[in-house]
């Protein structure tokens, strides 16, 4: 019995079907379980609000989580995230450094729910440290009297606040980081200036095998890699690539929102003292992203609650993608 042909172009298009039938496949299962997570994920809450979330995770999941408690912010509030899972190799995701940038934190927060709800592989492969709000006195700022409040609350003179995202100890200090303490990109009188900053480091410094760090942002649908401080390229750049641009064709599939891929300093700005570069610079991970997620800038910081379930699905399609690649630890 002899089979029948296939031509090239048909095969062609049985491949492409199949792609897109696993991502979509992919999106499927990360589909919140219960009404009650779909309603979280509807909108924003407080620090208190999500402190208490936080905690609920941890008591429902006892036997694949723990809290993680790094210190206290400059304000004296917990600064708080969750690990999960007992794998060989560490990941690390970040949210909330910038504190108007409210939707990194039901983001990450998705992704937390999404790895305790499934507990599959993902959990013998990898241990995740997951940080939802790194800056918990900006926030609470943020909610009570400057919803566009991106700093810390320390006092540098007449002014308040470091942006984390410009404090850390590596490329500190020069282009696209202002000197200037009332300025919004203010890197501090000095890097790891903040308690944030230094909380977060000696966690990082504490790890071995970090396979993968992601830090949030909005907005801007952009998923870069190093450099920050430079548009120099990174020696492993093709393999950075490699792993954007699978997170961005995942990204895709549920709602059609377009992503770019690129080193950040390329397809952004240039900045230094950021988290990526400091995380990579210092060799504590080869593979260090900043996402800036929805959107292009019609609502920038500001946006609306009901693309908040749209936007953390998709992303979590985006790092579910690039979980299933074997991560280079070298």
């Not at 999960?84 to 450094?97: D, E, S």
């Not at 997620?293 to 399609?317: I, K, S």
Request: a neutral charge; hydrophobic letters at 40%; one cysteine or more.
């Amino acid at each position: 019995m002899r089979l029948p042909s296939i031509s090239p172009v048909s095969f062609s298009l049985v491949a492409v079907a199949l792609v897109y039938l696993s991502a979509a496949s992919l999106y499927a299962e990360a589909l919140p379980a219960t009404v009650a997570d779909q309603e979280w994920f509807k909108g924003y809450h407080t620090y208190e609000e999500n402190q208490n979330w936080l905690h609920t995770q941890v008591q429902s999941h006892p036997m694949i989580s723990s809290l993680l408690t790094l210190g206290k912010s400059h304000q004296g509030r917990n600064i708080t995230g969750i690990k999960i899972g007992n794998g060989p190799n560490n990941v690390v995701i970040i949210g909330l450094q910038r504190t108007r940038d409210w939707i990194t934190v039901p983001v990450v927060q998705y992704i937390i729910k999404q790895l305790v709800t499934r507990n599959d592989a993902h959990l013998e492969k990898y241990t995740f440290h997951i940080i939802p709000a790194t800056n918990p006195d900006g926030y609470v700022y943020t909610w009570t009297t400057n919803r566009n409040w991106g700093k810390t609350r320390s006092q540098n003179g007449l002014c308040y606040g470091v942006d984390l995202s410009r404090n850390w100890d590596y490329k500190w200090g020069g282009a696209g980081a202002s000197t200037a303490p009332c300025s919004d990109t203010y890197a501090g009188p000095s890097a790891s200036s903040e308690a944030e900053t230094t909380l977060v480091a000696g966690h990082l410094k504490s790890l071995q095998n970090v396979a993968l760090l992601i830090d949030f942002y909005a907005f801007g649908q952009l998923w870069t890699y190093p450099y920050h401080y430079s548009t120099l390229l990174p020696d492993n750049n093709v393999y950075l690539e490699s792993l954007a641009r699978k997170a961005i064709e995942a990204i895709k599939q549920p709602y059609g929102t377009q992503y770019k891929a690129g080193s950040a300093a390329n397809i952004r700005s240039i900045v230094s003292g950021t988290l990526m570069d400091y995380v990579y610079g210092t060799n504590i991970t080869r593979a260090a992203f900043t996402v800036y997620l929805r959107d292009h800038g019609q609502y920038g910081f500001v946006l609306p609650r009901e693309l908040v379930l749209p936007t953390v699905e998709e992303t979590w399609a985006g790092v579910a993608a690039v979980l299933e690649i074997d991560l280079d630890m070298k």
